[in-house]
């Protein structure tokens, strides 16, 4: 693997126009039906190429660990366009409807395997998978600063990529005072937002790591599309955000692309 671009160049803001030519090519209406917030489909797609165009492509025939798979539709993306395999790990999603989505877009066990999974507690043997993505649920779990050297980077091999895109906000939620602006107040409270972090939070995070270094480092360009993506579907969570998308919230809201290497 390439040791990809070196830490001085890390890139610190939205790159425009990214083209999420397979994203684009799925039926809407499947999209909707099975994403869980900002369209995942869209946010894989420009972080792993952007990844790939600076030294850090995802290898085919790779094991990748899927953290946080939902429904598996990332999974089934995985698998179906950069030809690896992959576990598909949730807590909350049944692994049953992981299956469902990878049959329903031509896939089987062999390239897509479902598992009832707390990321905190990997079920999996020591550097088994060559790659992790985890794509809109990092800031889940991943905000306690031993998370990722204690409970993540065992299971990923030595010289192995992490691929993350993260929900956030363009500042930190203490910096609004307690008081939110009007648009992001129209569906959320200060509590709900406090696990969105602006860009600079996690590269600090990730800088004061020991066995990783960080490659990649920028806010995605397709956030406003993949969240709107979202706010289409027609469902009560959906709902209840469109109000603050409709609003203006889009000024605030980011998706921060990481690209880790294990050292």
């Given at each position: ?10 890139a610190?803001?939205r ?63 995985l ?26 877009l ?38 306690d600063?031993s ?14 990529l ?5 929900s ?38 990730f ?34 955000d469109r ?12 998706t ?8």
């Open positions: 693997m390439s040791n990809g671009m070196p830490a001085s160049g890390h610190t803001s790159v425009p126009g990214h083209a999420t030519s397979r994203s684009n090519a799925y039926d809407p209406a499947l999209v909707r039906e099975l994403i869980m917030g900002p369209n995942p489909l869209r946010l894989c797609e420009e972080t792993l190429d952007d990844a790939a165009a600076h030294g850090c492509a995802l290898a085919p025939g790779s094991l990748v660990l899927d953290l946080g798979s939902g429904r598996g539709l990332t999974s089934a993306f698998a179906r366009h950069w030809s690896v395999r992959v576990v598909a790990a949730d807590l909350w999603g049944n692994p049953a409807d992981a299956l469902a989505t990878s049959a329903r031509g896939l089987g066990a062999r390239d897509v395997l479902p598992v009832h999974a707390d990321a905190c507690d990997l079920p999996f043997a020591e550097e088994v998978f060559d790659a992790v993505t985890c794509i809109d649920a990092y800031n889940y779990f991943g905000r600063e998370y990722l050297g204690q409970r993540l980077l065992p299971f990923v091999r030595h010289g192995s992490v691929y993350l895109a993260i956030g906000l363009v500042c930190d939620v203490a910096d609004f005072g307690g008081a939110l602006p009007a648009e992001l107040a129209c569906s959320w409270t200060v509590e709900q937002l406090e696990y969105l972090w602006p860009r600079e939070r996690w590269q600090r995070l800088a004061a790591q020991r066995d990783v270094r960080v490659e990649r480092i920028r806010d995605l360009s397709c956030n406003d599309e993949a969240w709107r993506d979202w706010v289409a579907c027609d469902n009560p969570y959906a709902a209840g109000r603050a998308i409709e609003a203006g919230a889009l000024a605030w809201l980011t921060t692309e990481v690209v880790l290497r294990r050292l």
